[in-house]
């Protein structure tokens, strides 16, 4: 059982409206970083719908939806995945400022947005690898 599996009556994924909310969120996300001088350099212009994808398929994945980013893509290994990325505290501040922002967006429940905030702040705190600028 995974994370957004956990709970009693249903999970995460279809306890928040499903896919049409984490699309939401990941390009509301996205709107923020393509404003970002500091993190839209590190994102694949010439293929932003990627991106956006891979991560709302992830996250849908990760919360209790379709397994499409795992059949797409294997194992997220995210850390090796961003690796080649200088992800220091200010990127991973100004990520985490973006993020805020989408999830606010959505004006899911007090319980929901918690939950789902204490994971992107865990997730953004692990990617981090370096701490020079």
């Known amino acids: 059982m995974g994370p957004g599996q956990d709970r009693v009556g249903g999970n995460f994924y279809d306890e928040v409206g499903g896919q049409p909310v984490f699309d939401r969120l990941v390009r509301a996300f996205y709107e923020g970083v393509r404003q970002d001088d500091l993190l839209w350099p590190m994102y694949p212009e010439h293929d932003l719908e990627g991106a956006i994808h891979r991560l709302s398929t992830f996250l ?3 919360w209790g939806g379709p397994t499409t980013y795992g059949d797409e893509r294997g194992h997220p290994r995210l850390r090796m995945r961003h690796a080649a990325f ?5 990127a991973r501040d100004r990520w985490l400022l ?4 989408a999830v606010d967006a959505l004006e899911l ?4 947005d918690a939950t789902l905030w204490a994971y ?3 997730a953004a705190h692990a990617m981090v ?5």
Not at 109 to 112: C, T
């Open 109 to 112: 429940s007090p319980l929901h």
């Open 129 to 133: 690898n370096t701490f020079e600028d």
């Open 86 to 90: 200088r992800v220091n505290p200010a």
């Open 60 to 62: 849908i994945q990760y």
């Open 98 to 101: 973006h993020m805020r922002a």
């Open 120 to 122: 992107l702040e865990r």
